[in-house]
């Protein structure tokens, strides 16, 4: 059964037996009010008349008889004034109290008729007389039914509204538990973005706010969910990508070689792209175990000096910025910082060789390294060719190559940025670019300092 | 003579497809990217277009959607090999579906299965005095009909699409017999050795030493 319906049962329930009772009771307490008056009245009445015709009995004794006997009170009974009541002589079986009462219903004929019935015991001469009364009250029971076909009228009324101010009640107490569990159906349906929109503030505003939370929570877990198997997913197509298309080519120029009679000068073309494509693989597969190397081990933090990082990395740049002609300026402001020296090598590595690769032939790259208020900065600062807007924030998904070809020619995977990030986090930091298309772009991150 | 157009971005694997398909007869033209091969759809016939489906500039799907009003045949070539992709490509219009990494063999039988059906192939081969009509199965040698098993068939005619080309013995088993190469040699001799027989072709199809077979073509 619904709670609404409940609701309304119960509050139907309650006022028709409510109503029902204090009606009947107040019918009846009134009834019976009247009904003890009349009788009270009847009584008294009965025992004024015993005493008058006692009297009277007495009277008409001394002219007549010696001694009063109940034909003298007969016949005393038959002249006025009692003869405008009902009045008779009775000998119970039992000895009676003085004044005794009863209700008698009489079928006389088609109606029926209630009268009270008045027994008074009264003496004459030392002998007990028993004087019965008879009064209709029928008036008062047909009142009582008026009463009642009156109340039967009020209490269907009340009923009739009850039920619609239940039915109004459960449905207005209701509302918020409907909304509330629409919302639940939506979210069970994968709409999580959906909320309880209850502004009450008793049980259910409560429930319902804590419910929107757990929803947030929900759809927050879910969204990041999703990114990640999304992330997984494009990971994984990249990389089954990036590891066909060299293998491709392997697979086919050996194929080739082996199948048919090649000129020398093709043949030796076929070897070379056997041999560029496979160090392509090897480059891929040593960033990638790097890279997964990374995802489980903590790096292993230690005191090291700015400078000395700085000059080795510069160290290891220096033949490729040579080939180049490249310029590399170190500008580094020599502090301790805390973190983990050989995998931040590889990083400001990274960041100078994508730098090199951005730059022209004579150019200058910068590696600078400054205290800031919000920690030590590292910046590499280049004047080449830059990022485009829209691949900025790509360029750090694994395999993502902005310029694809270029990047080929150079031996990249598209590994590197991905690497870098990742080392970054490992750090407490995040990669922060600024680039404008040809004119440059600076890569910066932020490491502690170690306080002496 | 049969005019392919290879759109790849990767230029070796677009090296390589031309090598193979200008020694097997064809001629080549090569797209690195989306807008040269639509600028070159536009201004040239090609009897077969071969295509990369992930291609800087206009991809793979949307030069589909250019070339397929012209009629030309196209073959897609991709690393996305799994079967949704394959369905999503031939439901885009693709006559066939390459799946990187692909051995030469299949490159050019997928290419000449894909021209004949396009009606833009010669359904007959010959060599020297043998004549093979691939269409209604039937091998003539200096005009006398010779009869072959289904298998013999088969493998003549790869040996034809494949002329001065060593094929392996694992290669034409799974070619012909359509199974993995279980290190089963002797069904593969036997079948060259009867076709030999049939064919009178002793010169022609010569043995190379613990690796397979060449047919031995004019040119």
């Known amino acids: 059964m619904k709670l609404s319906a409940k609701i309304t049962l119960a509050v139907v329930l309650i006022v028709a037996l409510t109503v029902s009772i204090s009606g009947y009771a107040i019918v009846s307490s009134v009834f019976h009010a009247q009904l003890k008056h009349q009788i009270t009245a009847a009584a008294e009445e009965t025992q004024l008349l015993c005493s008058v015709l006692g009297t009277m009995a007495v ?20 002249i006025a004034p009692f003869r405008d009541y009902r009045l008779r002589l009775v000998q119970p079986t039992a000895p009676r109290d003085n004044v005794e009462y009863d209700i008698v219903r009489v079928n006389d004929g088609a ?7 008045i027994t008074c015991r009264f003496a004459v001469d030392q002998k007990e007389y028993y004087l019965e009364s008879r009064r209709d009250v029928t008036d008062l029971y047909e009142l009582r039914g ?4 009156t109340f039967k009228l009020v209490y269907l009324i009340a009923v009739a509204v009850s039920l619609a101010a239940g039915f109004t009640l459960s449905a207005v107490l209701t509302a918020p538990i409907r909304s509330l569990s629409r919302s639940t159906r939506q979210i069970a349906g994968g709409n999580y973005s959906v909320r309880a929109n209850v502004k009450t503030s008793d049980e259910i505003g409560i429930l319902a706010s804590q419910f929107n939370r757990m929803a947030g929570e929900l759809e927050q877990h879910i969204a990041s969910l999703e990114l990640a198997t999304q992330q997984q997913k494009d990971f994984t197509a990249s990389f089954a990508h990036e590891l066909k298309t060299p293998l491709t080519s392997i697979i086919g120029y050996a194929d080739t070689l082996r199948s048919r009679k090649l000129p020398e000068e093709q043949q030796f073309e076929a070897a070379s792209f056997i041999f560029s494509e496979g160090r392509r693989l ?21 005191r090291f000096s700015a400078l000395a990082l700085a000059k080795s990395v510069e160290e290891s740049m220096a033949y490729p910025m040579k080939q180049r002609q490249l310029v590399l300026e170190l500008r580094v402001e020599d502090r301790v910082l805390w973190g983990e020296q050989s995998l931040l090598e590889i990083l400001l590595y990274n960041l100078l060789d994508n730098a090199r690769k951005a730059s022209q032939p004579g150019s200058k790259i910068t590696l600078l390294g400054v205290r800031t208020p919000e920690g030590y900065c590292f910046a590499v600062k280049d004047r080449g060719m830059g990022i485009p ?18 990047s080929r020619a150079e031996g990249g995977a598209g590994l590197g940025l991905a ?12 990669l922060h670019y600024e680039s404008k298309v040809g004119r440059g772009t600076v890569v910066s991150f932020l490491l502690r300092e170690v306080v002496k | 003579m049969t005019k392919i157009l290879i759109v790849e971005d990767e230029k070796p694997i677009a090296n390589l497809i031309d090598w193979n398909l200008s020694a097997s007869g064809y001629s080549c033209t090569r797209a690195y990217d989306g807008n040269t091969a639509a600028d070159l759809i536009a201004e040239h016939n090609y009897d077969l277009v071969l295509l990369d489906i992930m291609l800087p500039g206009i991809n793979g799907y949307e030069l589909l959607g250019q070339i397929k009003p012209t009629g030309t045949p196209v073959i897609f070539i991709t ?25 030469i063999v299949e490159l050019i039988a997928r290419v000449e299965s894909v021209l004949r059906r396009a009606g833009k192939a010669s359904t007959v081969y010959t060599l020297g005095d043998v004549t ?37 013995r694992e290669t034409i088993y799974e070619r012909v017999w359509e199974s993995d190469y279980m290190g089963d040699t002797r069904t593969v001799d036997l079948h060259v050795q009867r076709l030999r027989k049939k064919l009178d072709w002793q010169r022609r199809l010569c043995a190379i030493h613990k690796v397979g077979y060449r047919l031995e073509g004019d040119g």
């Open chain 1, 111 to 117: 109606e029926t008729v209630y009268e009270v019935v």
């Open chain 1, 146 to 149: 008026q009463y009642l076909g």
């Open chain 1, 282 to 302: 090897e480059t891929m597969s040593h960033s990638l175990l790097r890279l997964f190397s990374l995802e489980n081990e903590e790096p292993q933090m230690q």
């Open chain 2, 132 to 168: 093979v009509d691939t269409e209604s199965m039937q091998v003539t040698k200096a005009g006398v009909p010779v009869t072959l098993t289904r298998k013999e068939f088969d493998l003549l005619v790869l040996f034809l699409q494949n002329q001065n080309v060593a094929l392996f």
């Open chain 2, 79 to 103: 690393a996305k090999g799994s079967v949704q992709d394959r369905v999503q490509g031939l439901r885009a219009g693709a006559d066939d579906y390459l799946v990187k990494p692909f051995e």
């Open chain 1, 389 to 406: 807007q829209e691949a900025l924030s790509r360029i750090t998904e694994p395999f993502y190559m902005v310029d694809k070809s270029r």
């Open chain 1, 419 to 430: 690497l870098s990030q990742r080392i970054a986090q490992l750090h407490g930091a995040t």
């Open chain 1, 59 to 78: 009277e008409r004794r001394s002219s007549t008889s010696a001694r009063v006997t109940a034909e003298t009170l007969e016949e005393t009974l038959s």
